[in-house]
């Protein structure tokens, strides 16, 4: 997979991507990493990116033209079907359903706005989607692109060294992820829930997964709306709620 990011600061990309599954990725060749700064398409002395906005009011918007450059050169530099997504705080919440979609494609192209966003006719132009890592605002698209890249590389095949590992994450299947624990056994916090140390793998698989349905309607219980959930697992929520006095 190949991710093209349009960014003013194409180091900061480079350097959310060097470590841990995300570097190992782009050392396995898994996935390529491409920044593309706006800045040098831009023309003029001052290689101007961002002007006042129309109508008034504070900050800056940035150029149609620079960001457009930037984009047709990422679409030129490799073959294939391009997606251009927006991170904007307009845009569709990016969950663990939308990673897995963007895993699945041959390319991306992440734009990063900065100052008060970007001209819309860029983006109605340009872009096939907006996306939201949430319900904030950060001084730029560079920290929301990192995490979709983040989340994206450790679903590539091979990036995680036990495959298994990516099919266990919150979210995976809907839920929120089970408690986890490891040496050792005793300590001051407290002891390893004895049904781990049983080596009962039924037991162990029962266990993890109620510690799931009870996280998930502790914390996020609207996930359990649209959750494939068992029988075996409604008869779960149903002592778990029985035993919460619901």
């Known amino acids: 997979?190949?991710?093209?990011?349009?960014?003013?600061?194409?180091?900061?990309?480079?350097?959310?991507?060097?470590?841990?599954?995300?570097?190992?990725?782009?050392?396995?060749?898994?996935?390529?990493?491409?920044?593309?700064?706006?800045?040098?398409?831009?023309e003029g002395n001052y290689r101007r990116v961002d002007d006042r906005p129309f109508g008034g009011g504070p900050g800056m918007v940035m150029l149609v033209d620079p960001l457009r450059r930037a984009i047709q050169a990422a679409r030129e530099a490799a073959e294939g079907p391009v997606r251009v997504i927006y991170m904007s705080p307009q845009g569709r919440r990016f969950d663990q359903d939308k990673a897995r979609e963007l895993a699945g494609l041959e390319r991306v192209v992440l734009l990063c706005g900065r100052y008060e966003g970007v001209d819309e006719r860029l983006v109605q132009a340009e872009v096939d989607e907006e996306l939201s890592i949430g319900d904030y605002v950060l001084s730029g698209g560079e920290?929301?692109?990192?995490?979709?890249?983040?989340?994206?590389?450790?679903?590539?095949?091979?990036?995680?060294?036990?495959?298994?590992?990516?099919?266990?994450?919150?979210?995976?299947?809907?839920?929120?992820?089970?408690?986890?624990?490891?040496?050792?056994?005793?300590?001051?916090?407290?002891?390893?829930?004895?049904?781990?140390?049983?080596?009962?793998?039924?037991?162990?698989?029962?266990?993890?997964?109620?510690?799931?349905?009870?996280?998930?309607?502790e914390r996020r219980p609207e996930l359990l709306d649209e959750a494939p959930l068992t029988k075996a697992d409604l008869k779960l929520l149903d002592a778990i709620r029985k035993g919460r006095g619901q």
Request: with cysteine; hydrophobic share 45%.
């Open 143 to 217: 920290l929301a692109a990192a995490v979709v890249v983040d989340a994206v590389a450790r679903l590539q095949d091979g990036a995680l060294n036990d495959a298994e590992s990516a099919e266990q994450d919150s979210f995976q299947d809907g839920l929120l992820d089970c408690p986890h624990y490891t040496r050792p056994v005793e300590h001051e916090l407290g002891k390893v829930p004895d049904v781990l140390l049983s080596g009962n793998h039924a037991e162990i698989a029962k266990w993890r997964r109620e510690q799931s349905l009870r996280r998930t309607l």
């Open 1 to 42: 997979m190949r991710i093209d990011v349009i960014t003013l600061f194409p180091d900061l990309i480079a350097q959310c991507a060097a470590f841990g599954v995300t570097g190992r990725a782009l050392e396995r060749s898994l996935l390529s990493l491409h920044a593309w700064n706006p800045r040098d398409y831009a």
